[in-house]
């Protein structure tokens, strides 16, 4: 079936550095990719999203760039902040199908100050 | 998103019992969804609903039921055929297909 694998699943990055989070896809029909960020027993909350016919997206210090002959896409966070520690999951939908979506496993982002 | 309301919070389940999660929302969503979430995977899908009476099963669908009567309400059943019910489970809902989903605060699901 299709999956989304999604890299690390740990990531501890110094406050003001920046963090990259990087996700691959299997579905070459996959045309919407949402990132959502977590905290600690919350909902999940979208932060940025991406559809297929756009390469990069940005929301002040936040990003995403999409490669679709690579079939993956990375979130950017720069100068990072203690508040930016969670889980984040990106998703992808699934070609046929405009509702469902393929969640990858998650990377919880560790701030260090 | 204050939108979406789940209840109850914490939710306790006997053995051959079946347990409804409640799941509204005032955003006059068309569309619902249900994910069960377990520690450090992502979401899987349960079941959605993209217009009133009218469901698909998702991934894992099996021990679960649903019902959409309303627009605004999309409850959850978790039946006594679903032997492994401990996780979080969320409602979400969007506009439309392919659109931001909202989510609800969660109820967190134990056996007794």
């Known amino acids: 079936g299709e999956n989304v694998e999604q890299h690390p699943s740990t990531l501890s990055v110094q406050e003001g550095d920046s963090a990259v989070i990087k996700c691959t896809y299997s579905d070459s029909a996959s045309n919407y990719f949402p990132w959502y960020k977590q905290e600690l027993g919350k909902r999940p909350q979208l932060i940025i999203d991406i559809r297929s016919n756009v390469g990069e997206k940005k929301d002040q210090r936040i990003a995403v760039t999409l490669n679709k002959t690579a079939k993956h896409f990375s979130l950017h966070i720069t100068e990072t902040q203690p508040e930016d520690s969670a889980v984040y999951f990106c998703a992808a939908s699934i070609g046929d199908s405009n509702y469902q979506l393929i969640w990858g496993a998650g990377t919880k982002l560790i701030i260090k100050p | 998103d204050g939108g979406i309301t789940q209840s109850p919070k914490y939710l306790f389940r006997k053995e051959g019992q079946n347990v409804t999660l409640s799941c509204e929302q005032n955003?006059?969503?068309?569309?619902m969804y249900w994910y069960r979430q377990d520690p450090g995977q992502g979401l899987r899908l349960i079941y959605y609903?993209?217009?009133?009476?009218?469901?698909q099963k998702g991934d894992i669908a099996e021990g679960y039921s649903v019902s959409r009567e309303k627009k605004e309400s999309f409850p959850l059943t978790v039946t006594s055929a679903q032997k492994n019910p401990t996780a979080f489970y969320l409602c979400a809902s969007s506009k439309q297909g392919n659109q931001p989903q909202h989510f609800g605060d969660g109820t967190r699901l134990s056996i007794l």
């Open positions: 609903s993209q217009i009133v009476n009218d469901f």
């Open positions: 955003l006059n969503h068309d569309a």
